[in-house]
């Protein structure tokens, strides 16, 4: 054997090295969700609201960075006319604009399935109130947020004490990547085969005060399986986020 086929097996044993490396630990973070899902199966046990409110007509989810929500004056009832109705003033002069005060830099939401700017967060017209709220806590009881499970959506809240920075890992890396980002490859995969509406491929935004979270909020999730993977993951990740801050 030749010294150049030497250093090629050589080569190709370290390529193949590192293959397993990376195969083996995967394996193992798969292992984990696994064993997270079963617990998370064996302890909770609910009803999501999409199927309290299968009765009332279906309706889009209301997406953070939708247009401006309508005066409030826009949506009240127009008044009954009456034969004696007064005759309406007479229309004011349009006045100078005037520099409105800029808004606290509060929370901004942060599209996560795209390249978006950052811009003001909206609260939605309706749809909240059709939410059923569901504890997140850690394997000691700790509380470490709410889940909102809506019709097509849910919203996780973080317990606003936690204070957790998204660039904490594994936020970004496990939850945000690999959880979600695993589900929008499988959408936009059955897109391509016809099997699914493109507009019903899973989306995200972060709700953010600075780089503190405050709100995950995801649409388009008409899976019990994901709702329950969700679930199991956030816990799970809001554990290791808080264990890299304290530690």
Same mark, same amino acid.
């Given at each position: 054997?030749?010294? &150049?086929?030497? *250093? ?28 997270? +899902?079963? @617990? ?5 046990? #609910? &009803? ?26 826009? @949506?009240?009832?127009?008044? !009954? ?11 004011? =002069? =349009? @006045? ?8 606290? =830099?509060?929370?901004? =939401? ?17 749809? %909240?109130?059709?939410?059923?709220? #569901?504890? +997140? ?8 947020? !709410? ?7 849910? &919203?996780? /809240? ?9 660039? !904490?890992?594994? #936020?970004?890396? %496990? #939850?945000?990547?690999? /959880?979600?980002?695993? $589900? ?14 493109? $507009?019903?491929? +899973? *989306? ?6 600075? @780089? ?18 969700? &679930?199991?993951?956030?816990?799970? !990740?809001?554990?290791?986020?808080? *264990?890299?801050?304290?530690?």
């Amino acid at each position: 054997m030749s010294e &150049r086929e030497t *250093e090629d097996l050589a080569e190709l044993k370290r390529s193949l090295e590192e293959k397993v490396s990376k195969l083996e630990k995967e394996l193992a973070l798969c292992r984990i969700n696994l064993r997270l +899902i079963d @617990e998370a199966l064996a302890k909770v046990s #609910f &009803r999501p609201a999409s199927r309290l409110v299968e009765a009332a007509p279906k309706e889009e989810y209301p997406q953070v960075q939708a247009a401006a929500m309508k005066p409030a004056a826009q @949506e009240r009832p127009a008044a !009954t006319a009456t034969a004696t109705a007064p005759a309406p003033a007479p229309a004011r =002069p =349009p @006045e100078p604009a005037q520099a409105a005060a800029p808004p606290a =830099p509060a929370a901004e =939401p942060i599209t996560g399935t795209g390249a978006a700017r950052p811009q003001p967060a909206k609260e939605p017209e309706h749809g %909240f109130e059709e939410e059923q709220p #569901f504890p +997140i806590k850690s394997k000691t009881g700790e509380d470490l947020g !709410t889940i909102f499970v809506g019709r097509s959506w849910v &919203r996780i /809240v973080p317990a606003p004490d936690l204070h957790l920075n998204v660039r !904490t890992p594994p #936020f970004q890396t %496990f #939850f945000i990547d690999r /959880v979600l980002g695993e $589900m929008r490859r499988k959408d936009e995969m059955a897109v391509d085969a016809g099997s699914k509406d493109p $507009m019903s491929i +899973i *989306e995200h935004n972060l709700v953010l005060d600075g @780089e503190t979270l405050r709100e995950i909020r995801i649409s388009n999730l008409d899976d019990d399986s994901r709702l329950r993977e969700i &679930r199991s993951s956030i816990r799970w !990740t809001f554990e290791r986020m808080l *264990e890299k801050t304290k530690g």
